[in-house]
């Protein structure tokens, strides 16, 4: 169960989390708090940090992990400080994850809450929503 968890924690932080104003280029703190519906055990909130480039945040780079390909994003709107996307992500074998996230993103960070499926459900799970934040804490090292 910790496997398909962890799994889930990678492809999912390989989304995009865009924002409409251009994101600062920095360092930014970044916090992954997954939720499993049905599940009694459920994973810590995760952080790690992340540093964004100005030609990151030009070509898009910092809002999607190159780690993951095998993630899609669809019907992506921005507007305003308001941002939403569909995602639909390959897994192991023939198992996907499927969804939708939106939220609010500034020049500094953002947060985004992303609800979605396994398709077939895995080990038992088939729902679970996420929230993804970042924050930007200064000048990359």
Partial sequence: MRH???AALLIMTALPAAASAPLQPGLYDISVQIVMKGT???????????????QDIANGKAYASNENKDCTIGKLVQSGNHVSYDFSCAMEGSHRM???ASGRAHATGY??????RFVPA?????????KLSAKRIGVCK
């Avoid at 895995?122 to 996420?130: H, N, P």
Wanted: charged share 10%.
């Fill in 4 to 6: 398909v968890l962890t």
């Fill in 40 to 54: 009694p055990m459920q994973m810590p909130v995760m952080t790690f940090q992340q540093c964004l480039t100005a």
């Fill in 98 to 100: 499927v969804g939708h």
């Fill in 111 to 116: 947060d985004v809450m992303m609800t979605g």
């Fill in 122 to 130: 895995m080990e038992g799970m088939g729902e679970f929503s996420q």
